[in-house]
């Protein structure tokens, strides 16, 4: 099973490109292609506050593959980064954030019996339980179709939106179960998959398989074991 420390931080501000200070001491987390043959690299970083977790994800692309989704679409039928997050596992209960190239998002909370799931959209998704988002392309336009040489999605998610959950808010040293995933439509008969904890395939709701976030303290990041 894979596992990372993260580090904790301040907070600050999302931009999409990652340039925010905190980023530059955190290293990359390897996220390897499980599917298709999109020849495109993937990569993430996490660290965390008192407030809630961010994350920043990077891809390297040709073609935006997307069309003119709004929130809480199926989003998740074009490119897109996946992140879930699921910290209690006397639950089976988990919160998946999707977010396209475009900066659209699908916040849900999902509820996984044996295999059957549906998503929930969050009540009173606002003020401190909103989540913050940004992307940002480059080498051309932010518009369906695009040709592109890349692009980033970097995202707060809020402790406060987890209230019900248990093992949240978490404290250094507590450990929650997540994978970070990506999406890439290039080829819509065989779309391309990535993910950090490669051991769900493309199965991308095998929460049991997912790998392990340990919250860790200031500057304190490392990759703790993988497998």
């Given at each position: ?8 931080v301040?907070?600050f501000?999302v931009?999409g490109d ?9 290293p990359?987390?390897a ?7 999109a020849p ?17 994800v990077?891809?390297?692309d040709?073609l935006l593959s ?16 996946e992140?879930?997050l699921?910290p209690?596992?006397?639950?089976t ?8 190239p475009?900066?659209v998002?699908l ?18 998704y606002?003020g401190?339980?909103?989540t913050r988002h940004?992307?940002?392309?480059r ?11 890349g692009?980033?999605a ?24 997540a994978?970070?995933?990506r999406?890439d ?10 993910v ?8 991308l709701h ?22």
């Open positions: 099973m894979i596992e990372t420390k993260i580090p904790r301040r907070d501000e931009s990652g340039t925010a200070p905190a980023w530059s001491r955190t990359w987390l996220m390897p292609r499980v599917s298709g043959a495109y690299e993937t990569r993430a970083k996490v660290v965390y506050s008192t407030k809630g977790l961010y994350l920043l990077d891809c390297t040709r997307c069309s003119h989704r709004r929130d809480n679409d199926d989003i998740f039928q074009d490119d897109v980064v992140v879930f699921w209690d596992e006397s639950q209960l988990y919160f998946e954030y999707e977010i396209s475009l900066n998002e916040p849900i909370l999902v509820a996984n019996h044996a295999g059957k799931f549906h998503g929930w959209l969050p009540w009173h606002e401190e339980r909103k940004a992307t940002a392309v080498g051309g336009p932010p518009e369906p179709g695009a040709t592109v040489a692009w980033t970097e995202m707060f998610i809020p402790f406060a939106l987890f209230a019900g959950l248990g093992n949240t808010p978490p404290h250094p040293g507590a450990k929650w179960r994978n970070i995933c999406i439509y290039d080829d819509r008969e065989h779309p391309s998959h990535w950090w904890a490669k051991g769900t395939g493309t199965n095998a929460f049991r398989r997912f790998g392990v976030l340990e919250f860790g303290t200031a500057n304190d990041a490392t990759v703790v074991a993988q497998d």
